[in-house]
């Protein structure tokens, strides 16, 4: 998966009724075919997310 700072991350949530989580990539951590990436969520919450099946990853125009 190819990432970039800017990019758009939703995360949908895993339970019923769980609200999806929708946040920027702010930075990149690491190089290969699973980088870290620090997300700043529309809450203003940071976090470190490793990329799963749960999350979604929509390119900066």
Do not use: K, N, Q, W
């Amino acid at each position: 998966m190819s990432t970039a700072v800017g990019d758009r991350v939703r995360i949908h949530g895993r339970t019923v009724d769980a609200a999806e989580r929708i946040g920027e990539v702010i930075e990149i951590r690491g190089t290969g075919d699973a980088p870290l990436l620090v997300v700043r969520f529309d809450d203003g919450h940071e976090a470190v997310l490793a990329p799963g099946t749960d999350c979604e990853i929509t390119h900066a125009d």
